[in-house]
C-alpha cells in the first residue's frame, strides 16, 4: 500500500465483534452484491476496528455493529451491481473520512487501484491499519482537502472514477469531484432522498466543471427504510484550470446558484 501521509499511531488490537463472516455474508447475498470468498471476513475485521477506534476518536454516529454493516458496508457495495467499476479501474474516494465508499470497494475489487484521500491525517492512520490487519494492497492514502489534491499532477484527471458518500450538495461535491475525473470517466455521487432538490444547481456546476449529469439508481438495503441513490456525472471535456477554486470557496460559493 502506497502512502501520502505523516507518521503513523498505533491501533488496538482486532476484537471480537457482534456482527460475523457469516452474517456479513447473508447480508451481501440477501442485497445481492457480487463478492469473493475473503471478503466477509475483510469486512468484519473493519467492523471491529472502527468500533474499537471510534471510542477514541470520531469516526462514525452509528455505533451499533448491524447498523455499521448496513449503512457503511453494504451501502457502500450496492455500486457494483452495476457497470461502472470494471477490472483495472482507477478509484479515488474523496473525503473518504472512516473509508466509505472506497475501503469496501477495494476490499472487495483487488483488481482495481483504490485511493483514499481525506484532510485528518488520524483518519488516515485509522485506515493504514485496516489495510494492514486485511492485507488490502491495492490502495493509496493520501492526506490532503478535496481542493488541493485536485491540482496535483499526480492526482488531476487521472482517475476513472472519484466519488464520495455524504459528503456535501450536489454542486458542491461536483467540484470537489470533477477535476480529479479523466476525460471519459465518471463521478459517482453517493446521495439521499433530497437529491431532486439539488439537482438544478447540479446540473449547473456540472456544464461548468465539464460534467453531464446522468440518471440517478436507487438500491435499496434489505430490511432498511433507508437508501442511498448514486447519481452519475459523466466527465465530458477537460475541467477548467481555475476550478476546484481554494480551500472552502466551493462550499462557501456554490457553483451553480446564480451567484457564481
Not at 40 to 52: D, F, G
Not at 110 to 125: C, E, F, G, M, Y
Not at 217 to 245: C, N
Amino acid at each position: 500500500m502506497d502512502q501520502i501521509l505523516g507518521d503513523q499511531i498505533s491501533a488496538p488490537s482486532v476484537g471480537v465483534n457482534a456482527m460475523t463472516d457469516e452474517m456479513m455474508k447473508e447480508k451481501l447475498e440477501r442485497n445481492k452484491i457480487p463478492f469473493h470468498t475473503e471478503l466477509p471476513h475483510s469486512l468484519t475485521v473493519y467492523l471491529t476496528l472502527l468500533a474499537e477506534w471510534n471510542m477514541k476518536m470520531d469516526l462514525t454516529a452509528v455505533d451499533t455493529p448491524e447498523e455499521m454493516a448496513d449503512r457503511h458496508m453494504t451501502d457502500s457495495l450496492t455500486v457494483l451491481k452495476t457497470p461502472w467499476i470494471i477490472q483495472g479501474t482507477s478509484l479515488i474516494d474523496v473525503g473518504t473520512g472512516a473509508g466509505f465508499p472506497g475501503l469496501p470497494i477495494a476490499m472487495a475489487r483487488p483488481d482495481i487501484s483504490v485511493t483514499l484521500l481525506d484532510a485528518q491525517k488520524k483518519r488516515l492512520n485509522f485506515l493504514e491499519n485496516v489495510c494492514r490487519e486485511t492485507n488490502v494492497n491495492n490502495v493509496t492514502l493520501v492526506h490532503a482537502r478535496a481542493e488541493d489534491g485536485a491540482r496535483m499532477i499526480q492526482l488531476r484527471e487521472k482517475f476513472d472514477i472519484a466519488c464520495a458518500r455524504a459528503v456535501a450538495p450536489l454542486n458542491v461535491l461536483a467540484e470537489y469531484l470533477l477535476p480529479f475525473v479523466k476525460i471519459g470517466g465518471k463521478a459517482l455521487c453517493w446521495k439521499g432522498p433530497g437529491l431532486s432538490e439539488e439537482m438544478e444547481a447540479g446540473k449547473k456546476a456540472a456544464v461548468i466543471l465539464g460534467g453531464k449529469t446522468g440518471e440517478p439508481v436507487s438500491f435499496p438495503i434489505e430490511g432498511r427504510d433507508w437508501q442511498h441513490m448514486i447519481l452519475p456525472i459523466q466527465k465530458i471535456q477537460h475541467t477548467a484550470k481555475i476550478y476546484p477554486r481554494k480551500a472552502g470557496t466551493p462550499k462557501s460559493h456554490p457553483l451553480g446558484t446564480g451567484n457564481t
